[in-house]
Every structure is written in structure tokens, then in C-alpha cells.
């Protein structure tokens, strides 16, 4: 079973940056495509971006398009842990943020019923 853990959230001004880290308990690049969603209060949750293994050296990555230009995700292997860097953050970006692992490995997918694995939520909170 993949356990996954987040950390980085925190509060931050409009216009400030935070990185959320995921950290896997195994090795989940090569079996999972890896996800991360937002969820802010009475809302559903909602598909932020994923990233797949493409060949042993390279990933596919995919946006929202709310974040699309300002969060980057990207991996280390090494450290068998998944990264959102997000910029020039907004107050509408607030909101708990989960990273996943779809063990199908779709290529993106941006339903969150199709992620398995889930881990326990980082709060982010934007100032204006």
C-alpha cells in the first residue's frame, strides 16, 4: 500500500510562492501517475496537476488551467517524492491541497474518483 504525505502548505501573501512536497513510501513514479488536487470549503475537489512517466528519463505533465503558468509539478526519484512549486499565488488558490497516486496511471487524469491513493492534506491559505 502507497502512503502518501504532504507538507509545504502554510500562509502566504497574494503574489508569494510556496512548494508542497509529497512524500511517497515507495517508489510510486513507476506504478502510479501522480496527482494533486485542492479542495476549498463547500466545494468538490478539484484537479490542479498530474505527472506520468513517460520513459526512465522523461514525464508528461498537465495542468488546470487556473494554474497553468504558475504551479509547476516535477519529481525526484531519488527521494521517491512528487513537488507542486506554486507562484504568484492568488487568494482563490486557498484551499487544502491533496497529493495522489492513480494506480492505472492514466495519462492525466483529471477526475479524482480515478486516484487511489491519498494523502492527508496540506492547507494552503492566500492573503489578498
Known amino acids: 500500500q502507497v502512503q502518501l504525505v504532504e507538507s509545504g502548505g502554510g500562509l502566504v501573501q497574494a503574489g508569494g510562492s510556496l512548494r508542497l512536497s509529497c512524500a511517497a513510501s515507495e517508489r510510486t513514479f513507476s506504478s502510479c501517475t501522480m496527482g494533486w488536487f485542492r479542495q476549498a470549503p463547500g466545494k468538490e475537489r478539484e484537479f490542479v496537476a498530474a505527472?506520468?512517466?513517460?520513459?526512465?528519463?522523461?514525464?508528461?505533465?498537465y495542468y488546470a488551467e487556473s494554474v497553468k503558468d504558475r504551479f509547476t509539478i516535477f519529481n525526484d526519484n531519488a527521494k521517491n517524492t512528487v513537488y507542486l512549486q506554486m507562484n504568484s499565488l492568488k487568494p482563490e488558490d486557498t484551499a487544502v491541497y491533496y497529493c495522489a497516486c492513480d494506480r492505472d496511471q492514466r495519462y492525466g487524469s483529471r477526475n479524482f474518483r480515478e486516484y487511489y491513493y491519498w494523502g492527508q492534506g496540506t492547507q494552503v491559505t492566500v492573503s489578498s
Open positions: 505527472i506520468r512517466a513517460i520513459s526512465w528519463s522523461g514525464s508528461s505533465t
